[in-house]
Nanobody
Framework: QVQLIESGGGVVQAGGSLRLSCTLS????????MAWYRQALGQEREFVAG????????TLADPVKGRFTISRDNRKNTVYLQMNSLKPEDTAVYYC????????WGQGTQVTVSS
C-alpha cells in the first residue's frame, strides 16, 4: 500500500523560510512523478511545483517562481519543497502528490505565514 507522509509545516513570519518533506512508503519511488499542491481556506486546490523522475526537470507555478524550489532524493524516497521569502498569501494546506498509474495524495500539512 502506497502512503505519502508529509512533514515540515508550521507558522512562520513573512519573509521567512520552511522546508516541506514528503516520504513515500513503497517501492519504485524513482518511477513516480511527484508534485506539491496547496489549498487555501475557501479556495480550490492548486498546483505549486512538480519534479520529474530523476529530479532534473522541475516546474513551478508562477506565484512561487523565484521563491520555491522542488527537489527529490530517490535514495530516501523523499520529495522536498523549499519555500523562501514566504508571503501571507502562501498560507494554505500543502499536499504531496505522486503518480504511478494511479494518483496518490498525502494527508496535508498546514503552512501559516503571518504578516
Amino acid at each position: 500500500q502506497v502512503q505519502l507522509i508529509e512533514s515540515g509545516g508550521g507558522v512562520v513570519q513573512a519573509g521567512g523560510s520552511l522546508r516541506l518533506s514528503c516520504t513515500l512508503s513503497g517501492r519504485s519511488f524513482s518511477n513516480y512523478a511527484m508534485a506539491w499542491y496547496r489549498q487555501a481556506l475557501g479556495q480550490e486546490r492548486e498546483f505549486v511545483a512538480g519534479v520529474g523522475f530523476t529530479g532534473r526537470a522541475t516546474t513551478l507555478a508562477d506565484p512561487v517562481k523565484g521563491r520555491f524550489t522542488i527537489s527529490r532524493d530517490n535514495r530516501k524516497n523523499t520529495v522536498y519543497l523549499q519555500m523562501n521569502s514566504l508571503k501571507p498569501e502562501d498560507t494554505a494546506v500543502y499536499y504531496c502528490y505522486g503518480r504511478l498509474q494511479y494518483d496518490y495524495w498525502g494527508q496535508g500539512t498546514q503552512v501559516t505565514v503571518s504578516s
